[in-house]
């Protein structure tokens, strides 16, 4: 177990509709990652939050939107979401020296 | 931006044999390079990492090797065992160090035969 942990752990849902994934960091990391995992685009980095900020963005679609909150706690999400958004989504948070620890992902399926 | 290539993508060996993944990188303000084993729908888990002034860290089994002015770093796992079968994906930081967004490879499917 890293830590980190991530609500849900599975998602189905259908194309059109929006949803949102939840991401706990390991108690003290400030700093909040997340990844899109899908079979041909191996990790994908989207968003990284620092202490509530945004502080790197990656390939993260317009329809996609990450916020940080005071507790930092993060959420991930998706909306108008399509086929191809059919992937694992995982969230990381990393220690003072860089090390990130990943959390136990959330498998998305649109149908 | 930073780009990291990693080969092979799949790699087949003999249970005893030994295993090397290499990575070559472009941007030379990367810092960070740890290296993260992923088993069938599992998270990445860390299994070594190196840092821009090290050139060579091991830990038992697995040793990671970098070479700056190449700009590669590498995987190594001696007496492979069937339980090292998973992806292997490398990763680096850029220049915003080490707590900055990690960049992957593709991953290598090693597979350890008995």
Redesign the interface.
């Given at each position: 177990d890293s830590g980190v942990t991530q609500t849900p752990k599975h998602l189905i849902t259908a194309t059109g509709q929006r949803v949102t994934l939840r991401c706990s960091p390991r108690s003290g990391d400030l700093s909040v990652y997340w990844y899109q995992q899908s079979l041909d685009q191996g990790l994908q980095f989207l968003i990284q939050y620092y202490n509530g900020e945004e502080r790197a963005k990656g390939n993260i679609l317009e329809r996609f939107s990450a916020q940080q909150f005071p507790d930092l706690h993060s959420e991930l999400n998706l909306s108008s979401l399509e086929l191809g958004d059919s992937a694992l989504y995982f969230c990381a948070s990393s220690d003072i020296a860089g090390v990130r620890y990943f959390g136990p992902g959330t498998r998305l399926t649109v149908l | 931006g930073e780009n990291v290539e990693q080969h092979p993508s799949t790699l087949s060996v003999q249970e005893g044999d030994s295993a090397v993944i290499k990575c070559t990188y472009s941007d030379s303000a990367s810092n960070?390079f740890?290296w993260?084993k992923q088993e069938l729908g599992?998270?990445?888990?860390?299994i070594i990492?190196i840092r821009s002034n090290v050139g060579e860290k091991k830990d038992q089994r697995i040793a990671v090797t970098l070479n700056k002015t190449a700009k590669h770093f590498s995987l190594h796992i001696t007496e492979t065992q069937p339980e090292d079968s998973a992806v292997y994906?490398c990763?680096l930081?850029g220049g915003?160090?080490?707590?900055?967004?990690?960049?992957?490879?593709?991953?290598t499917l090693l597979t350890v035969n008995p």
């Open positions: - | 960070y740890p993260y599992k998270r990445p888990q860390l990492d994906f990763a930081a915003g160090g080490s707590n900055y967004k990690l960049t992957f490879g593709k991953g």
